[in-house]
């Protein structure tokens, strides 16, 4: 897998898992626990995106 094509796998990742924070956020049955989790997973995959971009 080169790179530009692992940076756009991540970037999807990123992008979903910010549309499922924004519906766990809306609906009453999500933990805040899960929640967390998710925009902490969230945070992980920004940083890798960053790393990766900058070099």
């Keep these: ?3 530009s094509s692992h940076l756009e796998e991540l970037k999807k990742k990123h992008e979903s898992l910010s ?3 924004e519906h766990a956020q809306r609906s009453p049955g999500i933990s805040h626990t899960e929640i967390t989790q998710m925009k902490k997973q969230k945070l992980r995959l920004k940083e890798e995106i960053t790393r990766l971009s900058v070099h």
């Design 19 to 21: 549309t499922a924070v």
């Design 1 to 3: 897998m080169s790179l």
